[in-house]
């Protein structure tokens, strides 16, 4: 008696009214919060010579492939595409970048016409140019030549604008780029190009990427030109202020799945969206996990801040969310 007394006490034994998370499936739908969604999502196409693919990562195909390749991706209902390209003449000075009809431009103009729904970004940087696979030129004595750097990067955009592009991408981390690059596509009259700096940290995430696009550089590393994971916070924060005051429309921070502290400030510090790019090395930590690992992941990017999310899984997650996953 004494028992049952005490639990008729207890109110909370006895709930009234429904638990809307534990409630019927018609109503949990009423409330349902996802933010994942294959519109918010964009994959990485590695665009390669012909017969050159890896399989290492998703989105690695050549020209003749590239039509059916953005379709599919497109069917699937994701946001857009960003593009890379490999396999062409590399010299000091990066030529083959400003080249008219290099690999990029048929890149860009083929996804247009097969998908002009997508949007379109591309990385705007000299890596996959140069012969010393460095994002910057290099002067007589090895040091950045940056005005040369400044010019290859204003250059590029304008190509790429011309030949369709909404986004453009500077890549290289040096400070006066991004004006460059807006008042290069402003001068050619390209004032809807969006110019979306990377805010790069220093990582060995970007590996299984560089292996397979040949950007790996020839000595040393770029921790140089990326930031310094010690300080992470305070200078992606600077960063970003140094981006937005030279012209950036939006940001992205690379890669996430170790700086998830910088994301989550950097999506409380700006009123304009945030990319958050989820790089190659984080595809090989969570190709190998179950497909609700990698949704509960990409969840919390946009938890976190995240408007957008680049990601080698994009596909694989809009399968899965097709399948109710």
């Known amino acids: 008696m004494l028992e049952t007394a005490n639990r008729e006490a207890m109110p909370w034994h006895r709930p009234d009214g429904v638990n809307p998370g534990r409630a019927r499936g018609a109503i949990r739908r009423l409330y349902d919060r996802e933010d994942l969604a294959p519109g918010r999502l964009s994959a990485p196409l590695l665009v390669r010579p012909d017969g050159e693919a890896t399989g290492a990562l998703p989105g690695e195909v050549d020209l003749a492939g590239l039509e059916q390749e953005v379709r599919r991706l497109a069917d699937m209902g994701l946001g857009g595409v960003k593009v890379f390209v490999t396999g062409h003449d590399r010299d000091a000075y990066a030529s083959g970048a400003k080249a008219a009809r290099n690999r990029m431009i048929l890149a860009v103009e083929t996804i247009k016409a097969a998908a002009p729904g997508l949007a379109i970004t591309t990385e ?47 890549t290289a981390m040096l400070d006066g780029s991004i004006r460059i690059v807006r008042r290069a596509l402003d001068s050619d009259g390209w004032r809807d190009v969006s110019v979306n700096p990377n805010i790069a940290v220093d990582t060995a995430l970007y590996g299984p990427f560089r ?115």
């Not at 040369?148 to 204003?154: N, R």
Request: aromatic share 6%; glycine share 8%.
């Open 124 to 170: 705007v940087c000299g890596c996959s140019w140069t012969s010393s696979h460095e994002c910057v030129l290099r002067d007589s004595d090895g040091r950045i030549d940056l005005y040369g750097t400044y010019e290859l990067m204003g250059e590029m955009a304008v190509l790429h604008a011309r030949a369709g592009v909404d986004v453009v991408s500077p």
């Open 211 to 325: 292996n397979v696009m040949g950007t790996q550089p020839a000595s040393g590393r770029r921790n140089g030109l990326q930031i310094d994971p010690a300080r992470l916070v305070p200078d992606v924060i600077a960063c970003a202020d140094r981006w937005l005051a030279e012209g950036a429309d939006t940001l992205t921070l690379q890669p996430v799945m170790t700086n998830t502290d910088a994301l989550s400030a950097l999506g409380g510090r700006t009123s304009v969206p945030v990319v958050a790019y989820s790089t190659s090395g984080e595809w090989a930590a969570l190709r190998d996990l179950p497909d609700q690992v990698a949704l509960d992941y990409h969840r919390m990017l946009f938890r976190l801040g995240a408007d957008h999310v680049l990601t080698f899984a994009a596909a694989a997650i809009a399968y899965s969310l097709q399948d109710g996953a």
